[in-house]
Nanobody, 125 residues
Framework: QAHLVESGGGLVQAGGALRLACVAS????????LAWFRQAPGEREFLAVI???????YYADSVKGRCNISRDNAIDTVYLQLNPLKPEDTAVYYC???????????????????WGQGTQVTVSS
């Protein structure tokens, strides 16, 4: 059973930068695409995804240009950087893993098999 644990959330000022980390266990990292989502009151929003070996990435239009996803399979970790932060970035941020599907339907939460517990990010204005 895979297990994902996010870290790096907290209270940050608007205009600042955020770096979240998610450590995975129980996964074949080279075969798992890893994604970040966030949820404020409302639906879970897709942010970014990276392929198993890191060759492919895909970003939501809402964060493109100020978001970067990366991974280090040697330490089973995926990262999300977001800069500059805006108050509307306030949400619970989740990482997710998919080991079964091809590189498609990347933005759909239902396409991911495993989820972390989330980390709260609050951006003050």
């Amino acid at each position: 059973q895979a297990h994902l644990v996010e870290s790096g959330g907290g209270l940050v000022q608007a205009g600042g930068a955020l770096r979240l980390a998610c450590v995975a266990s129980g996964l074949n990292m080279n075969a798992a695409k890893l994604a970040w989502f966030r949820q404020a009151p409302g639906e879970r929003e897709f942010l970014a995804v990276i392929s198993g070996r890191g060759a492919l990435t895909y970003y939501a239009d809402s964060v493109k240009g100020r978001c970067n996803i990366s991974r280090d399979n040697a330490i089973d970790t995926v990262y999300l950087q977001l800069n500059p932060l805006k108050p509307e970035d306030t949400a619970v941020y989740y990482c997710a893993a998919d080991v079964n599907d091809p590189w498609s339907q990347l933005h759909l939460a239902s396409a991911y098999d495993y989820w972390g517990q989330g980390t709260q990010v609050t951006v003050s204005s």
